[in-house]
């Protein structure tokens, strides 16, 4: 089963609420939604994992870091992203990881 | 285009790709294309609006329809104008002005262009709908077909409004035991609301309801006021202050605290629900889950007030003074003595519930010295569940654990609030803007130097989406 770790973010947060709007007209079933983010779980999956490319370094401080259920969860502060073509800096960043290890076997399709 | 970030790519593959994946299993179910076309509309509005994505759509559909796209941060604004659209300052959007812009400064109807327009203030724009919206502030105006995206915020609205039926099968085993009213608030008035209405609020319980309703009424006419001042800062107290029937002083209490459900004037909520709902979802998500519960517990309460306020009959002085403790643990304590007439109910500190039975004794005792002495334990009892242990160490620990668990309750909160705070630390800590969900390969740490070996992560900083395969990262803690 693919990570349901992509929800939450833009792309899969206003997958979950386009649903539910349609749901309130009747013309989707919640069990017809669920699906739908299902679906958009495999599909995030591979498309990450195939169709991006690029990488990225970053440095920062550490504020709290929690493990888990297999889940890292960091917060940073004053972190600096550096990509090829920018450089990112925020105050603080929450960084939610889930174990990567098994990708290859979550990814469908 | 091609200078753009991947991201916009990826997401309209993605969101192809999805739709693709449940377009059979929408078939199968029977449900119209339309819907799915619908569902990705949906989507993809949301997603430009996030602007996460700069150039998203590229549809080559021409219509003289197009819809205000607004970002979700304007839903309060839309619920409160309604003849115009009166759009706050958001976001900086992606201009993408055009030279129609530029030269429509009255209102007009235009061909999109089929890619979203940066509309400066001061523009009117009609929809092919007959929609007239005066553009205050620059606004992005993106193309969708189907119907207005406008309306979602007031679907959303209505669609928490409408949840209050179901939740309502819930809480109706509260509803008939429930003396007083509490209504759910905004945090910020909690606080200021919770003194004056606990003052009433207690009495109320202490009276038992009905007839005391009468009497409460007399006093709560302050807490109304108080209310409502209070209330009056925030669009939503108004449905509180309207109430005819109102038999509860409204009381505010932190469900979030007590993590309870609590009843909402019912007046109140009705008139609002018929009134105002837009007024309602106006505040924002936290505020339409308030609303929800204040609803279900209108209807709740509507439906058992009268049946409880009689058998509440039984009153005694009304003068009692209410500590905000008893006021707190009044929902618990209701449930319990639901039909008694003493109507004594015992007020459980609304942080223990289950170490609140000594507690409530002593409690009430404290407050009601004078009645539990006449009334005390076999009417006490009878309140509560255990009444017969509890009343009888409540009678016999009176006297010394009165003081106790009143400052223990009393000291409990500063003691919470400081508990809370550092607990708030952290959740605040962790609730941020800039999120990065990822996988990740290796964690490493030494000493206090941690390395991330990040990949394939979507990091959202300040709105702006990014992705990436692989990220390696240092941080010191």
């Given amino acids: 089963m693919a990570y349901q770790l992509y929800r939450n973010t833009t792309l899969g947060n206003s997958l979950q609420e386009s649903p539910d709007e349609l749901i309130q007209s009747q013309q989707l079933t919640p069990q017809l939604a669920l699906q739908v983010l299902l679906q958009f779980d495999k599909a995030i999956n591979s498309a990450l994992a195939q169709r991006v490319r690029n990488r990225v370094n970053f440095r920062g401080s550490l504020n709290t870091y929690r493990f888990c259920d297999n889940v890292w969860t960091f917060v940073l502060n004053d972190v600096e992203f550096r990509e090829v073509t920018e450089l990112i800096k925020v105050d603080k960043v929450k960084i939610v990881a889930c174990d990567g290890k098994n990708t290859g076997s979550n990814t469908t399709e | ?192 609301l919770q003194q004056p209405t606990i003052l009433h609020s207690g009495t109320v319980d202490r009276k038992h309801l009905e007839n005391a309703t009468s009497d409460i009424l007399a006093p709560p006419g302050n807490e109304h006021e108080i209310m409502s001042e209070a209330l009056l800062s925030q669009p939503e107290s108004s449905q509180y202050i309207r109430l005819p029937g109102v038999v509860f002083p409204p009381q505010v209490s932190q469900t979030h605290v007590h993590g309870e459900p609590v009843l909402g004037v019912a007046g109140s909520m009705t008139q609002n629900l018929n009134g105002g709902p837009l007024s309602t979802g106006r505040q924002g998500a936290q505020h339409q889950h308030m609303s929800d519960i204040q609803l279900r517990v209108l209807k709740n309460r509507m439906f058992g007030c009268g049946s409880v306020k009689q058998p509440r009959n039984t009153e005694e002085p009304s003068s009692l003074p209410v500590s905000e403790k008893d006021s707190n643990s009044q929902m618990d304590l209701s449930i319990q003595v639901m039909d008694d007439d003493i109507n004594e109910i015992i007020q459980i500190d609304g942080t223990g519930d289950t170490s609140s039975n000594d507690e409530i004794g002593s409690t009430r005792d404290v407050e009601e010295n004078e009645f539990l002495g006449i009334i005390d334990a076999g009417d006490l009892k009878v309140l509560e569940e255990e009444a017969d242990s509890i009343s009888n160490e409540d009678s016999t620990a009176n006297s010394s654990d009165n003081e106790d668990p009143q400052i223990d309750v009393v000291e409990e909160d500063p003691l919470n609030s400081g508990d809370d705070v550092s607990e708030q630390d952290v959740p605040d800590l962790f609730d941020t803007d800039n999120v990065i969900v990822c996988q990740y390969d290796k964690i490493h740490r030494s000493k206090n130097k941690w390395k991330f070996y990040l990949k394939d992560g979507v990091m959202c900083f300040g709105g702006r989406d990014y992705v990436f395969a692989k990220a390696i990262g240092d941080a010191e803690w």
């Fill in chain 2, 1 to 192: 285009m091609a200078c753009v970030n991947p991201v916009p790519k990826l997401y309209r593959s993605v969101i192809e790709d999805v739709i693709e994946g449940v377009r059979d299993l929408f078939a199968e179910e029977g449900i119209e294309e339309q819907v799915l076309k619908d569902l990705k509309q949906l989507w993809e509005t949301k997603v430009l609006q996030s602007k996460a994505t700069e150039d998203f759509f590229r549809n080559s559909i021409h219509s003289p329809l197009f819809t205000l796209q607004l970002p979700n941060s304007l839903h309060q604004t839309l619920q409160s104008s309604t003849a115009s659209l009166v759009i706050p300052a958001g976001r900086p959007l992606p201009s993408f002005t055009t030279a129609e812009l530029s030269t429509s400064n009255s209102s007009a109807s235009f061909t999109f262009p089929g890619y979203p327009i940066h509309v400066p203030a001061g523009v009117t724009l009609q929809t092919a709908s007959g929609h007239l919206y005066k553009v205050n502030v620059p606004i992005m105006v993106t193309q969708t077909s189907g119907r207005a995206s406008i309306l979602h915020p007031i679907q959303q609205v209505f669609q928490q409004l409408g949840q209050p039926s179901v939740i309502q099968s819930s809480v109706p085993q509260l509803n008939p035991r429930s003396l007083h009213a509490t209504a759910e608030k905004p945090k910020r008035i909690e606080t200021v």
